[in-house]
């Protein structure tokens, strides 16, 4: 199991995590197995997403933010409700196989870290199963 | 893996099930791995979220049951079309990592049991896996 | 790690793919453990949902397009954003946890092949973890 911190920018992002969690699976040294990306946080997630065309996370983010709106008569009175609710409809964990040492992902995939209450810095923890 | 069964209340309902999950992964015996957490229920779901403030699960279950109401002109017969769909987007499976023999949970997550159609007596099955 | 390819034949749909995913993990020789299926396009998801009355899965895809429509001023140019959002939602990862020698999944559950963007002819890996 290891860890690698990322910082966001903006309120809600999504950011392509793909290379550093392709550094920890080669680092755990598995040929063969499956790797789990892990978010310890309440309003973020871990998605798998067209990482090629920017117009796709615009897209993504933008309806997300339509279905689940940063108002909405919430009791939560930290004002971030929306991001709790995306946090769990998303996912705060993520399967990936492992092959040849790398993520066996589709050719247009990317792993992606999604934040709903940023700019915050962020922990993402990855732990790799050989088998 | 083992499993554990719980009391639903209400017809829809978050219930923190860490503690029970916890249980589950010490009595694994595995320090360092991946716990699994399985629903076989088509009406219920497992999830991350915020276990501290109420407002926030009041919030989530809120939410998402305007974006999918009970009723909107569904074929199913039974009534609960709502709650297959809920459990669909939410998801039946979860992965937490393990880390010295518990759950690596974030401060403020803790593991929820989803229900949409209950009350209901419900199963959930925790398998670990060390690695 | 094993592979296996599917048809679609509609725009949106779900199709069942349990008895092929049983098949992988009988293969596999595994008795007891977990078995995660994994789907590598962006247009496309794996869940698990009630295999028994169609209606289900109908009012699923129905109300799924509802929350997600096909056109909604998206800016992504190739006219499948709906697909790569529900995609996100819904996920391209699941763990099914693997007992004697087969998924353990609940009566009424199979694993299901979501498809937003077809037909198309599609890649389904299944890597099954013993433990």
Redesign the interface.
Known sequence: ?TEFEINTSRQAQLLDITVQVNDAVRRSGVE???C?I?????TAAV????NW?P??T???LA??QK??PRE?G?????GN?QA??L???????????V?DGKL??????GVMFAEFDGPRRRSV?V?????
Chains 1, 2, 3 share one sequence.
């Open positions: 199991m063969r197995g499956l789990n892990y978010v310890p946080h309440t998605i798998v997403a067209e065309d117009d796709v615009h897209d993504l309806h997300l279905l689940v909405a919430y009791r939560h009175a930290e409700a709790h609710i946090s769990a409809m998303l996912g705060s964990s993520l399967n990936v196989p092959e066996r992902l589709g050719r247009w995939q923890v732990s790799v199963q050989a088998g």
